[in-house]
């Protein structure tokens, strides 16, 4: 059908996700000045649909709707219809999302508004079927209603959306209350979470349930700090559950999206890489934590998922895989997880004698094994999810552990050689500053967590690529997307707060300058670029798309943190690291900007909390003076990043061109010098350092205080 068709004005854009709507009937445009223009001189309300690439539902409602020539008639004679890509543009999805629950609804993708022609909200939802049902209207009469009250009840809607302007405007207004106690409000944000903790299947809330790892993060440097095993023990039954589940692919690394049940059993089965960067980060501090060897597993899983399938050539990460793909036995047709499920007889084909034994451990089953399937897409079919412990399975077998591990190894490599026949999800291969930044700090971390020197190089890589191709010429800013060649739109908040993360976690971890350097110019070049003279802490965009309607200040730490609670953090490391006291202001500064949010619901803003917990600790300073590839050096390394100590820096020194580049940053490190030309370590609070040691031992001690 779209070889019949003629292109409408999204096929010269980039976006994956809008090309996949480039030969749609409706006749869409891009966000941008043409479309604007046409509605203002039509005088004819915007529909704006917005979702992304391995959005399920998204591919629901084009199929459904947006292929529909009869619906897309209506479109396209009564309104002006807007694509947006949610992750090109978040800036544009925060604001009608805001908008969107503000009217009571919940958020979500497919998100369907209606503006007035100067870009104010006044109705809007999310996925619209094509005929009434699932309790929702059907979207040609929604379309038909709406275009009769702009007809006919104009006064209405402008009334309508000037209140939804106004609603909007204030939201990026502080709530500035004073001091905050930290103490205070972190012992707040712990009762919240463990209110609201799910003791049988971990996770917080009921189904469906979403990594959010944000928690895990706050909750983990709560511990240390408070000594409750508790808070230890929601994240390690959490990420346990999920590593067993679901939502977890069990064949081939990495995560889901999230579990639309309870259990963690059945996910929605798209791959992103913000969630594969977090949850790396996540299982990588539980390794040092616990030193137990199923968290390193899962951190070399999707760490080996993410280089073998998210990786650009060049350096650099793609952004998703989609849920949908083709089904093996029918191409033509898509189906949500159609890649990752699998029949009995499948499994016992490819599997042989070891099949029975698989099937037990994993759960799988002759007619299926999907608890919850309301489309009734997964029938027949089973999702892997662990069962039955090792221990377990081994008794019903009379085998030992060791034998079953190696069966269960060697089955679930030959289901991947399977798998790999298939027809693959579609991979969304657009390249985001701000999730590149999280996955070159998650690979940093666990190149030292678990002593795996190619995940920094794959960070270097990366952090590489996003400074020589998302980086204006002219300006030095960011840019927020690279796709084919391109790169393009002005990067937010959160794309510099997420790479100068990075940037610091990669310098931590590998001691060159040149990232602790670039981090320290893009946060200056981000105070100036964003900042909230008035009322502290950042704004979310710069202010220069003039199609904006407002400067939006996120403060929920969800799926991704926010762009406020990142700088925060950032730039207390940063005034660790340099003695550069006017940062630290500057992150108190983003505190009071949220402190009324802090003060009543801190498990809105977890790591909120936790870089609000940073700022009251005193935080170690640990310089360590080696040179590269020296043995006792890499002893002294390990001790530093081989045990979880949230609340340090780490600087580095060699005595040569290295410290003096660094001393030009950091002027307390210009006279530290090695221990009688060995690899020595100092630990410091505010810049007063223990006598110096050569001694892994002695290290640990220091750190441990």
């Known amino acids: 059908m779209q070889a019949e068709r003629q292109p409408n004005k999204l096929i010269d854009e980039k976006s994956p996700y809008l090309l996949q709507h480039a030969y749609n009937p409706v006749r869409w445009y891009p966000w941008g000045d043409e479309a604007i223009r046409r509605a203002k001189t039509e005088e004819k309300p915007i529909f704006l649909s917005v979702g992304y690439s391995t959005c399920h539902w998204c591919h629901v409602m084009e199929k459904e709707s947006f292929e529909n020539d009869a619906i897309a008639t209506i479109l396209n004679e009564h309104f002006v219809s807007i694509k947006v890509d949610r992750e090109e543009r978040p800036d544009v999805d925060r604001i009608y999302m805001s908008a969107l629950q503000a009217m009571g609804q919940d958020g979500g ?66 709530r500035s209350s004073g001091h905050l106690m930290a103490a205070g409000v972190a012992e707040m944000c712990f009762e919240q979470l463990a209110k609201t903790y799910d003791a049988s299947f971990g996770g917080f809330g009921g189904g469906p349930k979403f990594p959010r790892p944000v928690v895990f993060n706050f909750l983990l440097r709560y511990q240390q700090r408070t000594g409750k095993r508790e808070a230890r023990d929601m994240v390690e039954e959490t990420l346990r559950r999920m590593a067993a589940g679901g939502v977890y692919d069990h064949v081939g690394g990495g995560f889901h999206r999230y579990a639309v049940d309870r259990e963690w059993r059945v996910p929605h089965f798209e791959k992103m890489l913000y969630d594969q960067a977090q949850l790396i980060s996540a299982y990588s501090d539980l390794y040092q934590l616990t030193k137990g060897t199923a968290w390193r597993t899962v951190v070399e899983e999707t760490a080996g998922y993410v280089l073998g399938t998210m990786a650009h050539p060049e350096g650099g990460f793609y952004s998703a895989e989609d849920a949908d793909s083709p089904q093996p036995d029918n191409p033509e047709e898509k189906g949500e997880g159609a890649f990752y499920l699998w029949t009995r007889n499948e499994i016992e084909r490819s599997l042989g004698g070891d099949a029975d034994l698989f099937c037990h451990a994993y759960g799988v089953e002759k007619d299926g094994n999907a608890p919850f399937d309301p489309q009734q897409e997964f029938t027949g079919r089973n999702i892997l999810y662990l069962a039955n412990p090792h221990e377990e399975t081994a008794r019903e077998f009379g085998r030992d552990l060791g034998e079953v591990e190696a069966i269960l190894a060697r089955s679930r490599q030959r289901l991947f050689e399977v798998r ?264 410091c609070r505010d810049y007063v350092c223990t006598l110096p040691t050569t001694d892994p031992q002695v290290l640990a001690g220091l750190l441990s205080g």
């Open 109 to 174: 993708w497919p998100m369907s508004m209606f503006l007035t022609p100067d870009l104010k909200p006044f109705w809007g939802g999310t996925y619209f079927p094509p005929i009434a049902r699932y309790g929702r209207a059907g979207f040609p009469d929604i379309l038909t209603r709406v275009n009769d009250i702009w007809t006919n009840e104009r006064s209405k809607v402008a009334e309508s959306a000037t209140q939804l302007t106004t609603y909007l405007a204030d939201l990026s207004k502080s």
């Open 420 to 683: 790999a026949k298939r027809p693959r999800p579609f991979l969304d291969d657009k390249i985001l500053a701000s999730w590149n930044g999280l996955m070159m700090g998650a690979l940093a971390k666990a190149s030292r967590s678990i002593g795996e020197r190619r995940y920094a190089q794959a960070a270097e890589k990366a952090a590489t690529f996003v400074l020589s191709h998302l980086s204006d010429r002219t300006s030095g800013r960011l840019l927020r997307r690279f796709r084919d060649g391109d790169a393009r739109f002005e990067a937010h908040l959160d794309d510099y707060a997420f790479f100068v993360q990075g940037l610091l976690d990669l310098y931590e971890a590998t001691g060159t300058p040149r990232w602790l350097r670039e981090a320290h110019r893009l946060t200056e070049m981000q105070i100036e670029l964003f900042r909230d003279r008035d009322q502290g802490g950042f704004f979310d965009t710069t202010g220069d798309d003039p199609f904006l309607l407002v400067r939006i200040r996120e403060q929920y730490d969800g799926a991704e943190p926010t762009g406020n609670s990142i700088a925060a953090m950032n730039l207390l490391r940063l005034a660790e690291m340099t003695d550069n006291q006017e940062w630290k202001r500057e992150a108190e500064r983003i505190f009071d900007s949220v402190a009324q949010t802090l003060e009543r619901r801190p498990l809105v803003m977890p790591q909120m909390a936790a870089a609000l917990e940073f700022s009251s600790s005193k935080p170690l300073q640990v310089v360590l003076a080696t040179r590269h590839g020296d043995q006792d050096g890499e002893l002294l390394v390990r001790e530093v990043f081989g045990t979880y100590t949230p609340n340090k820096v780490v600087l580095h020194i060699d005595g040569g061109e290295t410290q003096e580049e660094l001393a030009k940053l950091v002027p307390f490190v210009k006279n530290l010098t090695m221990k009688e030309g060995r690899p020595t370590a100092f630990v």
